[in-house]
């Protein structure tokens, strides 16, 4: 795809120039169900499913909500698949990366530490006292990465709001079978002022990414969250 087609103005007023703030997130919009779905693909397909599930990207998801959730899919898919889709990114879209980003500058982790730590609590609400202690006891450097990278640098970020950061990451648990994490994440969708039925939209647009069985675990896991929500 050439990068003219992101200059398509029938296409690109369709789309929203920025994210919106979390609490606006009363439905599962078009942009965004596209963005959860890109999320999942990035995670679990081949390289020409990625760039072809890029080139639709254009003009149906805000650029910068590409850019964010690519970045942050290191994260959760690992280094190979995040290079691979920014690559068929820059190639598809026709932007350039920027030419400096906060990201890159080591100075800023003490930020990203206390970032880190307020996202997280807000991500893990009232299991977040029991979270680090557990997470240390796997191992020091992994409490230390979660937060300082994991939820500072990356989460914390602006361009993307909390709560289509957590959608995503609950599609990439998803593919990924991660039932633990996927758990979790449901948890913390909830907690960061998603609204039930978008949780639960954002888990059926995943239907046909995922074998029918998963997807069913998937929903059981989500009942269940949904079950003990109610009860607290």
Not at 45 to 73: F, H, K, N, Y
């Amino acid at each position: 795809m050439s990068a003219a087609r992101s200059q398509d103005p029938a296409r690109v007023a369709a789309v929203p120039s920025e994210a919106p703030d979390g609490a606006t997130l009363t439905e599962l919009d078009a942009p965004t169900r596209a963005l959860v779905r890109l999320a999942a693909v990035i995670a679990d397909g081949d390289e020409r499913t990625v760039r072809g599930a890029l080139e639709r990207a254009v003009g149906e998801i805000p650029a910068e909500w590409v850019e964010e959730l690519i970045l942050q899919s290191y994260l959760f898919a690992g280094f190979p698949r995040t290079l691979n889709a920014m690559r068929a990114w820059r190639k598809v879209s026709g932007r350039p990366a920027p030419p400096d980003d906060p990201g890159a500058d080591l100075a800023n982790a003490p930020a990203w530490a206390a970032d880190g730590e307020e996202t997280c609590a807000r991500v893990y609400g009232p299991f977040y006292a029991r979270l680090r202690p557990n997470i240390a006891a796997l191992h020091p450097a992994l409490d230390a990465w979660m937060i300082v990278d994991g939820y500072g640098k990356v989460l914390s970020r602006p361009n993307l709001d909390l709560p289509r950061r957590e959608l995503c990451v609950v599609a990439v648990c998803a593919v990924a079978r991660q039932d633990r994490q996927l758990h979790s994440h449901l948890h913390g969708a909830l907690h960061v002022g998603t609204p039930p039925d978008v949780v639960a939209d954002a888990l059926e647009a995943l239907r046909d990414l995922m074998a029918p069985a998963d997807h069913a675990r998937a929903l059981h896991l989500w009942s269940h969250v949904r079950a003990t929500q109610r009860a607290s």
